[in-house]
């Protein structure tokens, strides 16, 4: 990722096309000693390759990935359920309401 980053941040600077020797040379300045191996694997498969369209291809990927946890299960199973699932909620929204007062207890307020 550092290596990337570098790549990255030389592009944005104006370095069409860096070299290994200009990534090893910024990752210097910030104490950062990178494998040539690495340096030299991304090199070879960024060869060739305009950045700007890999960029675009990656996001267009990624919205296919579902990224919303566990919040999309719980709707069909809370549909299933029926009536249950307001009473979770209940449930839920008195033990929130039991830890807001239980910080009240501490002895303190946040401007004594």
């Known amino acids: 990722m550092k290596v990337l980053a570098a790549y990255l941040l030389l592009q944005q600077g104006g370095n069409a096309s860096p070299s290994a020797e200009d990534i090893q040379q910024l990752l210097s300045t910030v104490g950062i000693e990178a494998e040539d191996s690495r340096i030299q694997q991304l090199l070879g498969e960024l060869?060739?390759?305009d950045i700007n369209e890999l960029i675009q291809e990656g996001?267009?990927?990624l919205g296919?990935?579902?990224s919303g946890g566990a919040g999309g299960a719980a709707a069909p199973a809370a549909a299933a359920a029926g009536g249950?699932?307001?009473a979770a909620e209940e449930k839920a929204e008195e033990?929130?309401?039991?830890?807001?007062?239980?910080?009240d207890d501490m002895?303190?307020?946040?401007?004594d």
């Not at 929130?96 to 910080?103: H, L, M, P, T």
């Not at 002895?107 to 401007?111: E, K, M």
Request: net charge negative; aromatic share 8%; proline share 8%.
């Open 84 to 86: 249950a699932a307001p």
């Open 47 to 49: 060869e060739g390759k």
């Open 95 to 103: 033990k929130a309401e039991e830890k807001e007062e239980s910080d």
């Open 64 to 66: 296919s990935v579902p």
């Open 107 to 111: 002895g303190f307020g946040l401007f």
């Open 59 to 61: 996001t267009s990927k």
